[in-house]
């Protein structure tokens, strides 16, 4: 994974252990897995035009975002590949947001638990953390988002 400048803390890595989410090293290991996945940025305090959300201000921080590769040719090592170029064809809020120089992936977390569905690794987050509303949950019903703050700079600390 393309890493930031800062670790992940040890609270949100003994948190997502909790969930039976498993970090993911190598993209590629992952070719013929599906699944749920948890990808966390750091972004600083900006203005982002995502789609058709329009331009949202994130305070700088970092961010969770919850997604899934399940369908029939997506796979979780595709997907976490994909995230990961900053060229490509933006087509999901997230892709506005990897794409965006000033934005960081810092690692990321997975399932193949069919218990462990997006929506409920969501609903999960979103009991947690604060949500950003309507980003990333144009196909997902029931949830107010799939992107989080997990936590504020002023919370990291500054760097």
């Known amino acids: 994974m393309r890493k930031g400048s800062a670790s992940i803390p040890r609270l949100m890595t003994t948190l997502f252990q909790r969930w039976g989410l498993i970090r993911v090293v190598d993209p590629q290991e992952l070719v013929d897995q599906q699944g ?25 921080g970092l961010y969770g975002y919850v997604g899934s590769a399940c369908g029939r040719s997506v796979t979780l090592g595709h997907r976490m590949t994909r995230h990961m170029r900053r060229r490509k064809v933006c087509r999901w809020h997230i892709d ?12 990321a977390y997975w399932t193949a638990d069919p218990a462990m569905t997006e929506a409920r690794l969501a609903s999960l987050c979103a009991e ?19 992107l989080f703050v997990l936590l504020p700079q002023m919370m990291m600390g500054q760097r």
């Open 36 to 60: 749920r996945y948890f990808l966390l940025l750091r972004a600083p305090a900006c203005r982002i035009r995502i789609g058709a959300l329009g331009s949202l201000s994130f305070v700088a």
């Open 128 to 146: 947690r953390f604060p949500v950003v509303h309507r980003f990333g949950n144009s196909d997902s019903h029931g949830a107010s988002g799939h």
């Open 96 to 107: 506005y947001l990897t794409t965006a120089r000033a934005v960081m992936i810092l690692g």
